[in-house]
């Protein structure tokens, strides 16, 4: 019998965001309207919207605002408008006939020029969590989002993390920082969510280093 699932990603992000270490390694998140998507535009320059429920990089839209000027990408194409009212027009045309949530943007460690994030996959067995996958996916030539079935390319963690992080021994602590980030969400999520018995972790790493959270499945691929 299949685990309890949860498609909501707001109602995930609220139970990891009550947790002050899980917190400060999820990007500032919103549900969409206007005044939010305009005001994080002002702090963060850059942010992604995607729907609250739904995977595989489906209706995942990233929206920049730099000079005077505010731009959607939607896949590989890009839209430039001259004010944020023209903007948000065009975007909800765009975007799919769902609930959207805003996350702050993160500009990620790329590899030859191509971002690169990272699924980490967690099954419940026999009362035990158990460690299924920890891979890194770098996005097809010109787009933003990383997800394979869009074109993007599967690596090992170790692998993606040792292209995209320079300093030695990096890697290395990065992905013993995802262990424990994982652990610490499992217990929370467990105890928010009885009955689920499988995550997907999806993690990016900014140009700086950082550790984010982007969003964790009950259903992953």
Known sequence: MAGR?????WLKTEALLRNAYVAAHIPHTRMYSAESLKSMLNQFGMVVIKPLKGGG???VIKVTRSRGQYSFTYMSAQRVFNSFDA???ALNRVKVGRKYMIQQGIHLAKIGGRPIDYRVKVVKQGGTWVYRAMVGRLARPGLFVTNLCKGGTQLSAR???GLSLRQKG??????QEMRTIT???I?????????IDQLGFDYGIDSRGKLWIFEVNTRPQ
């Open 5 to 9: 699932q949860l498609a909501n990603k």
């Open 57 to 59: 990089g489906y209706g």
């Open 87 to 89: 903007m948000f027009h």
């Open 159 to 161: 692998q993606g993390l």
């Open 170 to 175: 990096a890697a290395g602590k990065k992905r």
């Open 183 to 185: 652990n610490t969400c």
């Open 187 to 195: 217990g929370i999520l467990e105890s928010a969510f009885p009955g």
